[in-house]
């Protein structure tokens, strides 16, 4: 039987570290946890759980389970499932929250039929009302939200990146070590190697700062302009896709509708029209820097602050000016 009282929030670790969007899905299912009676709780699957699970403590979650096995380091679907679908049936949750990302998505649909649960995929806001769960999805790239809802008994939500602030709570959590044991030799698939795309450079998803790079940036001299901003500022380096296709950035760099969702809190639109496929990649972003030649350009509309004028003079003196400030 499904207890109504609890939701379960999916702690990701990449990169040995969980992910900050994750620490912004359980801040807003402790803030909806309070205001609706619901006790709150996290998993983590990892090979190193208990010792993350230490760092997740201070968010607020009344107990973390670690389930901890080497097979959960191998980025498969067959152990993240696995491991979902135990500790959903363990722990019998109304609501599962993560956050948005590649491993979710490719599990999420699987994970439902097996828990008999309904999904809400990629929503910018959760809530529950009455037996509801409510949530709102940004559609058509991002110009419509949707008003989306399930009161199937259980629901799972992922979380895009950015919708919330994650928020220490002050509390300590309590930490549960479930024994998990998935033999690599029963998986049909093996990780044989990772390859990195983005060698050194700050990962896009989960960058503080991104700084992104439009046709108008043009060609080589331009693009070190802008690889110089980023690495004075520490920042992962975006682009559009019009210098993507002209192989001046690479595919992975490129934000927007086909392209990587990105919440820093700050992003540099350099040269960048802003159309609207572009702008459903960064909008969540907090603040928007623009440095466009045209006063009109659709992108002054989301930004911040706006630097009418050629980047090709701006940037020089933005960087001297950066790199002095910050010596
Ligand atoms: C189905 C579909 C999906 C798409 N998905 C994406 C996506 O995921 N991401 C994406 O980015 N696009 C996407 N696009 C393309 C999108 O519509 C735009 O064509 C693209 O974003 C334009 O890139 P841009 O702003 O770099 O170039 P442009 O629109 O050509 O804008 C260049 C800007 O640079 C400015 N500029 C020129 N010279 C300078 C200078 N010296 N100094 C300062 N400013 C200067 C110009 O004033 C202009 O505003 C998609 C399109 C379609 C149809």
């Given at each position: 039987m499904i207890e109504m009282?609890?939701?379960?929030?999916?702690l990701s670790v990449q990169d040995g570290r969980i992910k900050r969007s994750s620490f912004e899905a359980l801040s807003r299912a402790v803030a909806v946890g309070g205001q609706h009676g619901l006790t709150v709780n996290a998993v983590i699957l990892h090979?190193?759980?208990?010792?993350?699970?230490a760092?997740?403590?201070k968010y607020g979650a009344s107990k973390i389970f670690c389930f901890e096995d080497r097979v959960f380091d191998s980025h498969l679907n067959a152990p993240l499932l696995a491991g979902l679908e135990t500790a959903i049936e363990k722990i019998q949750p109304r609501l599962v929250v993560a956050a948005s990302m590649e491993s979710i998505k490719d599990v999420w649909g699987a994970l439902a039929i097996r828990v008999d649960a309904a999904v809400l995929p990629d929503v910018a806001s959760f809530d529950v009302n009455g037996d509801a769960v409510v949530c709102e999805r940004p559609v058509m790239a991002a110009k419509v939200m949707a008003a989306v809802s399930s009161?199937?008994?259980r629901v799972l939500v992922s979380v895009r990146s950015g919708s919330y602030e994650a928020t220490e709570s002050?509390?300590?959590?309590?930490?549960?070590?479930?024994?998990f044991e998935m033999s690599s030799q029963t998986l049909s698939a093996t990780l044989k190697e990772i390859v990195t795309t983005t060698g050194d450079q700050v990962d896009l998803s989960e960058a503080k700062v991104v700084v992104a790079a439009g046709r108008g940036v043009k060609d080589?001299?331009?693009k070190a302009l802008v690889d110089e901003l980023a690495s004075i500022l520490g920042a992962a380096i975006g682009a559009s896709r019009a210098v993507v296709e002209t192989g001046l950035f690479p595919a992975t760099a490129q934000i927007g509708q086909t392209g990587k969702v990105v919440s820093p809190e700050l992003y540099f639109a350099i040269g960048i029209s802003g159309a609207i496929q572009h702008v459903a990649g960064m909008s969540n972003s907090k603040i928007i820097v623009a440095i466009n030649k045209d006063a009109d350009a659709p992108i002054f509309d989301v930004a911040t602050y706006g630097l009418v004028g050629d980047c090709f003079k701006i940037l020089p003196l933005l960087n001297a000016e950066l790199r002095k400030a910050l010596s």
């Open positions: 009282n609890s939701i379960l929030v999916v090979s190193n759980a208990s010792k993350l699970a760092e997740a403590s009161s199937h008994p002050g509390g300590e959590s309590s930490i549960e070590t479930v024994p080589a001299s331009g």
